[in-house]
């Protein structure tokens, strides 16, 4: 049986945007991207959002967004925000963007290179579609370098295209497949599908400390001051969780306590400790702005996360102390 976490995961909504971008507009296009993802994180649902500049292996601008639902993605793609801000930014583009939306789980946290293709399938051929689709992932499966392939069905309202992402673990080998015999030979053979894009993603996304606060990806703070944010959350989470769990569940062995209230905290800090608390807490800290002056900025930012826990401290010394007594 599907878990409430199970079902938050599948909910879960992504949608990958590749755009050309004009010669000599690039430093433009990203300043106006960046405003862009920034006006979305405003947006009930939103969970964090990337920018890539062009590579040898992708050539276009890719931004991936991720909401919590698809009818929050929905919401954002449809919004007068967007649009205004497409309105003001098409004189950067040098062509119609492209889009695909996935709908089911999160890209994998490893750094994959993701070829995404795009098909546009008649009903009547759905059936041939997926039966020519499986050979492929057939086919990939026994090629060096492949990780993995998803499938996502066309969403109403949202995109009328078939969407497949297989992933490799690097450049070279995705090249091989791209380039390969066996891989013409599938594409003669579901020749009747042949209009259809692909791009390559060479990156992938996610995790706690993965997003700074314009919603841009951003490099991982030291380890030292992620295990101390950590701390600043896992204190408090960790206390509330086993004062609820003596209150609720009475008698619990220690064992059984920690079981379950480890179970717990996880996902606590996961979807609300860590993103709601624990970052926004000490984001200038995390990521002190270039011209913070160091190392000043470092010294507080302990300070402050020592002392946010001693607060933490007295409160629960008196909770359990003074006013109330574990049963």
Known sequence: M?????????????VIIGQQVRDGCSEAFEMWQNDLNAAAGTYPG????TITPPTPVQPDWVVVYRFDSLDHLRSWLNSATRQSFLDRGAAYFAGPPTQQVLTRGE??????????VTHRVRTEDTAAFLQWQSHVTAAEGEFPGFR??????????????WTTLYRFDSAATLDRWLTSGRRRELLDEGDRFHDFQLRTIDS????????????????????????????????????????????LVPGLALWQSLLIGNLLSSFVMTYLTMPRYG?????WWLRPAGDAPQPR???????????????????????TDH???LP
Do not use: C
Not at 2 to 14: G, M, P, Y
């Open 2 to 14: 599907a878990t409430a976490s199970d079902k938050a995961l599948e909910e879960r909504a992504t």
């Open 46 to 49: 939103f969970l964090g959002a």
């Open 107 to 116: 890209d994998s946290g490893d750094a994959l290179v993701t070829v995404v």
């Open 204 to 247: 992938s996304f996610g995790n706690w400390f993965a997003f700074d606060e314009r919603g841009r990806e951003a490099a991982p703070p030291s380890n030292v001051k992620s295990a101390v944010v950590v701390w600043v959350g896992l204190y408090p989470t960790a206390m509330v969780l086993t004062l609820g769990l003596a209150v």
């Open 148 to 161: 993995g392939s998803e499938i996502f069905r066309p969403i109403e309202g949202v995109q009328d295209e």
């Open 297 to 319: 900025t470092n010294l507080i930012g302990f300070v402050v996360a020592i002392a946010v826990n001693v607060v933490w401290a007295v409160v629960f010394f008196l909770v």
């Open 323 to 325: 006013f109330w007594t």
């Open 279 to 283: 970052n926004p807490l000490l984001r």
